[in-house]
């Protein structure tokens, strides 16, 4: 009987903590890996490094779609809804981007996005702008490796 109820116990804490984990995860923050070198050199500057950047990914501007100038944003591409991305904004709504071809406007509710590594970037100049409803949250900190641990700076 003492077995059953320690095992129920546990099921009973670790559902709890579940729960709580995802919640803390969907609506505050969240860590994710920065893949490949279109944000090099602010995430993963040695390119021949195994090791991946991990950062910080912080919800709380998704309340009020508040985003600045040269915040480093995660979104789900808008040509393949599984993938995710990391890139910076350099447009606004209601700006205008030069292009190599053209000077567009950004319409309400979108932003521009570009990679650090302009060389190396699937980006806005590949798809146009993004709705902002795509935007998962704003990048903060490296929070991995240790000697790259900090805030981004924006």
Not at 91 to 114: A, M, N, R
């Amino acid at each position: 009987m003492g077995t059953r109820n320690f095992l129920w116990d546990v099921a009973k804490k670790s559902f709890t903590g579940g729960i709580i984990g995802l919640t803390i995860s969907d609506r505050c923050c969240s860590v994710v890996p920065v893949r490949g070198e279109s944000m090099s050199p602010t995430f993963n500057p040695q390119r021949n490094s195994r090791i991946d950047d991990y950062v910080l990914v912080e919800k709380f501007c998704l309340t009020n779609y508040k985003f600045a100038r040269g915040d480093v944003v995660v979104f789900c591409s808008p040509t393949h809804f599984g993938e995710r991305h990391i890139k910076r904004i350099v447009g606004l709504p209601g700006e205008w981007i030069g292009t190599s071809q053209d000077v567009i406007k950004i319409p309400e509710g979108h932003c521009w996005v570009e990679g650090d590594n302009h060389a190396s970037s699937f980006d806005s100049k590949a798809f146009g702008p993004i709705p902002l409803g795509l935007i998962q949250g704003r990048v903060t900190h490296v929070v991995w490796p240790p000697h790259r641990v900090g805030k981004i700076n924006g």
